[in-house]
């Protein structure tokens, strides 16, 4: 072996430390609603140690998994540094989902402690007395901790413990390979997934995400995330940001178009990641009151297809949204849709709305019957298949073999890949509408139905069909005062679809449901209509 490099290993511990003592002078902003508090990466370094010496205190001395139960914030982000470090897991509760869904991710993870924000007390309360594994509760922030007591957990003020520990913490020496947080999958069938990251995924995704193909993080930007650290890391941008020397600026619990849009003419991110639906109030809520969003380079968008009707209306406020597309079980940043240098503007914008090229060290495929490798030729369409150093290679204590296969995870997700490399997706494998032994994509539909004027959301399902086996049913939310009827977005879509894929089915809704992480919820709609809850009208006219 002829190498004479230094066997370094990638934790996020060498994040924590180059962040918090390198880019010291860099840091965190938490927005309060009608301002914000300020810490420095170097003072956010300190809590950290004091929030490793507190758990350990606790009896944090292994891989024992600890939660969080919070909003994205400064706190949490001492966290996502603290617990790893520290050689612990940490664990990343997602608040929305349902009860049911929540006690048995806490019981399956066997988590041992859980930080829980005061503001979530009432949400957290009732779970409390159903977690087998939890001695211990830890109250971020000021609230009535009353509804706590009596569920044979030991309560701890955050603050108080941290002003008890020392300032300083003995970090130990990790394997890169061990576990260093871990997070459920939300959109599988039957009960949710664990999906375990180790400390060298989260340093070579950190890494990609800093890159210039993918959102080209510097110590002159500020970040922004809206999605979510309980979601997928927050797409990782915490752990990026620190990297970077970037700053951050987290949104609390106010993640509503007015405060959000408050927050950004205020801090002036530089980059802002959510999901559409976000995105979408925003924009509306720009145009209504002329506000100044031009702060931001870049706006990474995914969780779902970015509807290109959105990518235009930020172009013409002067903000550039960029499709990604990724899963909790690739870390989850995969594709981003940069357009070829020198591209004409009509194939720009066939990459733009793509969801773009695998980032280096990632590799991608499509795959037929008989898992079968199909050609890159941006026809093939077949099941899309991933592999690299952060996509899991099996779930938690979950066998699930049929998702995973000489390496590769299967995605669950339908496509083409292009010769130059564009992933495009059709579908989710579960949503693909087959009419006829043709395939229609929902996601086609939904794109160019949210393009009208009039529509401000639109979700597209296959229902059963006695002649064509399933027809597309339309589900469309219209703005305020618009009147668009069937007939109308059935001309308005023959412009740009095959006669044939025109759906015949239409139902009018206030909103369109959605799953904990703001996708559309498909699965819901089909159970309502199965059950007779929309009032579904016929449009079977030209």
């Known amino acids: 072996m002829l190498s004479t490099m230094q066997d370094f290993p990638l934790t996020i511990t060498s994040i924590m430390r180059h962040g918090t003592e390198v880019a010291g002078d860099a840091g965190v902003a938490t927005w309060t609603g009608d301002g914000v508090r300020r810490r420095t990466y170097a003072e956010v370094g300190e809590r950290a140690a004091r929030l490793a010496g507190a758990l350990r205190a606790l009896g944090v001395d292994g891989e024992q998994r600890v939660a969080t139960f919070m909003w994205n914030s400064t706190e949490h982000l001492e966290a996502y540094l603290a617990i790893p470090s520290m050689g612990a897991v940490l664990h990343t509760l997602n608040l929305r989902l349902f009860a049911d869904q929540l006690v048995y991710i806490a019981n399956h993870a066997e988590d041992r402690v859980v930080l829980v924000d005061a503001s979530l ?19 971020v922030g000021e609230g009535d901790t009353a509804p706590l007591e009596g569920a044979g957990k030991e309560l701890h003020d955050y603050e108080r413990l941290l002003a008890e520990a020392p300032p300083a913490f003995d970090w130990p020496e990790l394997d890169e390979r061990a576990a260093a947080a871990m997070c459920y999958t939300s959109g599988t069938t039957g009960n949710p997934k664990g999906v375990v990251y180790s400390h060298r995924s989260a340093y070579l995704h950190s890494l990609s995400t800093c890159t210039g193909n993918a959102m080209a993080l510097s110590a002159t930007d500020t970040v922004l995330p809206v999605v979510p650290m309980f979601h997928a890391n927050a797409w990782g941008l915490p752990y990026a940001a620190v990297m970077a020397g970037a700053d951050l600026v987290m ?35 720009a145009r209504e009151h002329g506000s100044d969003l031009t702060s931001l380079r870049l706006v990474p968008c995914g969780g779902s297809a970015v509807p290109e009707s959105l990518m235009r209306g930020f172009d013409e406020i002067g903000v550039r949204i960029v499709q990604a597309w ?69 779930y938690y204590r979950d066998e699930d073999p049929g998702r995973f296969h000489d390496g590769w995870l299967r995605t669950g997700d ?45 979700a597209v399902v296959g229902v059963p069909d006695e002649r064509w086996q399933e027809r597309p049913l339309a589900s469309v939310v219209l703005r305020e005062g618009a009147a668009a009827t069937p007939e109308d977005l ?42 007779g809850d929309l009032r579904v009208r016929r449009a079977d006219g030209a």
Request: no cysteine; hydrophobic share 40%.
């Open 121 to 139: 007390i009432p949400l957290f309360a009732p779970l409390l007395p159903r977690l087998d594994t939890v001695r211990h509760v830890v109250v």
């Open 251 to 285: 949104p609390g619990r106010f993640l509503q178009a007015e405060p959000l849009v408050r927050l950004i003419e205020s801090e002036r991110p530089t980059v802002a990641g959510a999901v559409p639906t976000i995105w979408s109030d925003v924009l509306r809520h």
């Open 326 to 394: 990724g899963m909790t079980e690739t870390s989850p940043l995969a594709t981003v849709a940069h357009p070829p240098a020198g591209a004409a503007p009509d194939d720009a914008w066939r990459a733009r709305i793509s969801q773009g090229r695998v980032l280096a060290g990632l590799e991608v495929r499509v795959v037929g019957d008989g898992d079968t490798v199909l050609p890159n030729d941006g026809r093939a369409v077949g099941e899309v298949e991933i592999r690299g150093p952060w996509i899991t290679g099996a």
């Open 414 to 458: 339908v496509g083409t890949l292009s010769r130059d490399g564009y992933l495009v997706l059709t579908d989710r494998a579960k949503d693909v509408i087959k009419s006829g032994g043709e395939w229609i994509s929902s996601v086609e539909l939904e794109n160019h139905l949210m393009a009208h004027p009039d529509v401000v959301e639109a």
């Open 490 to 531: 059935r001309r308005f879509l023959g412009d740009r679809i095959p006669k044939w894929q025109l759906p015949e089915r239409w139902t009018f809704i206030t909103e369109v449901p959605k799953t904990s992480v703001g996708k559309f919820d498909k699965k819901v709609l089909r159970r309502r209509y199965a059950d």
